[in-house]
């Protein structure tokens, strides 16, 4: 059955009809000019992607579309150009080939071997046309990162260059049962990479056309990095020479995921983030490291970036009692810049661990208790 769209407009309403697309090219042309309708979020990611190629051409032919995600991540998008199983074989084997052609990229050599070219391309959006790198194309989205968040973005950038683990999104009107048993197979056993069918809708009527997007198979789910060169737990806690601080650091991870807090492994160590409603990506509200850290965090830190909480209005008065309980807690160390975050050395981390537990107990008792929309 067609599904169908009410639409309205200066009080009056328009009846809107799923309806063929004149082609599936002509549904590209929406997609590549619109990335936006691509469904992030049902992929997993937190925002609109930025469109990092359109037709770039690439060793084994020219990707339709090569967007970054605020995580890191990297979505490989192919359109499939016809009805039937071949020509969704062909889509599907070309998205695999250009991942093998990224695979294995240093950021640097990602950067000008893909980006700037895409950048000074006729396929580059206004917007982003005079960019001068990934990096300046990353400050003119709308993301409003922090150091933190800008870091692990890089760091999961090149894991995800490295590792060959690239969201791979198969396009097009229509698609089969036997696609999606082709896809549930890939995802169950592949290491590395997920793959998605992404169907692209259009509504018409009274003279107008709307566009739709959904993901119809490829649920996202999270898995393990895999040996990228980022630290993992076990690793870390070897790495502490004094076997009370050990067991201290233990205690603390064990209770972060009883708690159902995330902890997300860089190359030296760990964020500790809370789920917030305002957006996918988590929160980070404490980093553990072995000595100095990221940006001015040392050691066992709790707190949170500024520039990271203005994405997550919903809990700031939640976060912002933390981290003044934070402050409150014995022999807590101010961490100079713009954080707003207090460390605990080796020594000063086992005598505070109690009251550090305490108050992530009670900021997560209290988002939990948060009002649900609907």
């Known amino acids: 059955?067609?599904?169908?769209?009410?639409?309205?407009?200066?009080?009056?309403?328009?009846?809107l009809v799923e309806t063929p697309a004149e082609s599936e090219h002509?549904?590209?042309?929406?997609v590549k000019q619109h990335p936006q309708l691509i469904p992030a979020e049902d992929l997993g990611l937190d925002g609109d992607l930025l469109v990092l190629g359109r037709e770039t051409t690439?060793?084994?032919?020219?990707?339709?579309?090569?967007?970054?995600?605020?995580?890191?991540?990297?979505v490989l998008v192919e359109f499939k150009t016809g009805p039937q199983n071949p020509d969704f074989r062909a889509a599907l084997a070309q998205l695999i080939d250009y991942g093998s052609d990224l695979w294995g990229m240093t950021l640097e050599d990602f950067d000008r071997g893909v980006v700037q070219r895409y950048l000074t391309s006729q396929h580059a959006t206004a917007e982003y046309k005079s960019a001068n790198g990934l990096d300046d194309a990353i400050s003119r989205t709308g993301w409003k990162l922090?150091?933190?968040?800008?870091?692990?973005?890089?760091?999961?950038?090149?894991?995800?260059l490295l590792s060959g683990d690239f969201k791979f999104v198969v396009a097009a009107q229509r698609f089969t049962a036997a696609m999606s048993k082709s896809l549930d197979y890939l995802n169950s056993t592949a290491r590395f990479g997920r793959y998605y069918l992404v169907q692209v809708i259009k509504l018409a009527g009274n003279q107008l056309s709307a566009y739709s997007a959904q993901v119809v198979a490829g649920t996202?789910?999270?898995?393990?990095?895999?040996?990228?060169?980022?630290?993992?737990?076990?690793?870390?806690?070897?790495?502490?020479?004094?076997?009370?601080?050990?067991d201290a650091l233990a205690d603390l991870f064990s209770t972060v995921k009883a708690l159902g807090l995330a902890m997300s492994w860089g190359t030296r160590g760990v964020s500790i983030r809370i789920k917030t409603p305002d957006r996918v990506e988590p929160l980070s509200i404490g980093w553990v490291f072995h000595g100095l850290g990221w940006n001015t965090t040392r050691d066992v830190t709790f707190g949170?970036?500024?520039?990271?909480?203005?994405?997550?209005?919903?809990?700031?008065?939640l976060v912002d009692a933390f981290v003044a309980e934070m402050a409150k807690v014995s022999r807590a160390r101010k961490v100079p810049g713009q954080l707003q975050a207090y460390s605990f050395g080796p020594t000063e981390f086992i005598q505070a661990q109690p009251s550090i537990v305490a108050g992530m107990e009670r900021l997560v008792e209290s988002v939990r208790e948060l009002p649900v929309d609907g």
Not at 58 to 74: E, R
Not at 221 to 243: C, H, I, K, S, Y
Request: hydrophobic share 40%.
């Open 304 to 317: 949170v970036d500024p520039q990271s909480m203005k994405g997550t209005p919903t809990v700031e008065p």
């Open 220 to 246: 996202a789910v999270t898995r393990p990095l895999g040996a990228t060169g980022r630290m993992n737990e076990t690793d870390f806690l070897a790495a502490a020479t004094d076997d009370v601080y050990r």
């Open 58 to 74: 690439l060793q084994s032919g020219a990707i339709d579309l090569l967007c970054l995600a605020k995580s890191g991540d990297l």
């Open 1 to 15: 059955m067609a599904r169908r769209v009410l639409a309205t407009l200066d009080g009056k309403a328009f009846d």
């Open 146 to 160: 922090g150091d933190e968040e800008l870091e692990s973005l890089r760091t999961r950038l090149a894991d995800v």
């Open 26 to 30: 002509s549904l590209q042309e929406i």
